[in-house]
């Protein structure tokens, strides 16, 4: 068995919960948007196509869990402000890489994964392309990347893909391509 599919083992099976309870202690101090140098889960990071080369940066994410319903108005009264509070329909992940392709915007999301959580938060890990680098543009695996543009913002990366209802395919979903809105607008 190779080293990666031992440290895949050891995430699943959470054999030291104290090490990972200091390092949420530890993030928790740590600003909300981080880049860090190595990936904490090297198995996740390399299945999903990290390598480790200049050009491709790894940033930590935290996002606040709850507060997916719109907040309440305040004050005055007026109805168009006071409708019935709206749940966004988008997970934590894909909050995280449009958080994180904010931030480095010379960046493309190639992908991201879970690395924690509390009471309070969420952790994830988010593989940055940087598009206009010589080392992406010779690499045939990330070439295609640079030029695109916003994949995060309209939802094609694998967390993004999820909430659309692309994950699957066949019976059952024949309205969710080409996407929801697309569907509802054919005559």
Avoid at 18 to 25: A, F, P, S
Avoid at 151 to 175: F, H, M, N, P, Y
């Amino acid at each position: 068995m190779g080293v990666l599919k031992y440290i895949s083992k050891a995430w699943k099976t959470h054999e030291a919960p104290d090490v990972q309870k200091e390092r949420l202690i530890q993030w928790r101090r740590q600003p909300v948007t981080l880049r860090i140098a190595n990936p904490t889960r090297l198995d996740r990071a390399r299945a999903l196509g990290y390598k480790a080369k200049l050009g491709v940066l790894l940033v930590r994410q935290k996002v606040d869990r709850g507060g997916h319903t719109r907040p309440s108005w305040s004050g005055g009264r007026r109805s168009r402000n006071m409708s019935p509070r709206l749940n966004l329909r988008k997970n934590y992940q894909m909050i995280a890489e449009e958080r994180a392709a904010k931030k480095y915007v010379n960046c493309e999301v190639l992908n991201s994964y879970f690395v924690g959580k509390d009471g309070i938060s969420y952790w994830f890990e988010i593989i940055l392309v940087d598009r206009t680098h010589p080392s992406v543009s010779a690499d045939k695996n990330f070439s295609w990347i640079a030029d695109k543009r916003g994949r995060a913002a309209r939802g094609l990366t694998s967390a993004g893909r999820k909430i659309r209802g692309l994950r699957q395919k066949g019976k059952g979903v024949e309205k969710a391509r080409p996407s929801r809105r697309a569907n509802l607008r054919r005559l």
